[in-house]
């Protein structure tokens, strides 16, 4: 078995990707999907949320709005710190789990972890390879503002909150081009599985993390 970290920078087109991956037979697991289920209302991290931020970030059935919680977080970094706290261990320990039983189902699996900070929180140390999915400055801006409704300067504090995509590049084992069209993206991502697949089957394959 072998766990990848799938990263790039917001709007880069790393959802797309995992998806693509995902129709190879590669086993995904969502961060930001992990990250939701975690702050469910009554979880321990959404007490902590509502205790750091208040109720002024809950929807009507006490679900966390993201919205509101995320401008406050994107223009405001030490609160961001507080709540990557309260959410990253959390977060972690289910990644685990859920790798742990990818492997025993399959000791020839090919683990892909769809995870936006896999840099920033230090993730990047329990993966076996790490791809980065990249995009130029402008598709990121042009797709923050159709897809969440921001503002160019909203859009660039939200790219500005992460490391800088060209960072993350520096230290890709694959790079993964989000612009591509999607039969020529496709093409590739079969490509890359079809090498983690022959390294995640060999006898000298990395460890479970």
Known sequence: MILIGLTGGVATGKSTVAKMFKQCGAIIIDADELAREVVLPGKPAWRGIVRQFGKSVLNADRTINRQALGAIVFSRPVKRRVLERLI????????????????????????????????????????????????????QITRLKN???????????????????????????MVIDGTLPRTVGRKRVRSVFRALSTLASSTDSPQIR
């Open 88 to 139: 990253h261990p959390r977060v972690a320990r289910e990644q685990r789990r859920l790798t742990r039983e990818a492997a025993r189902k399959d000791p020839s699996a090919v683990v892909i972890y769809d995870v936006p900070l896999l840099f920033e929180a230090g993730i990047n140390k329990r993966v076996d390879k790490i791809i980065v999915v990249t995009a130029d400055r402008s598709t």
């Open 147 to 173: 897809r969440n409704g921001l503002t160019r300067a909203e859009a660039l504090r939200r790219i500005r909150s992460q490391m800088p995509l060209s960072e993350k590049l520096r230290k890709a084992d």
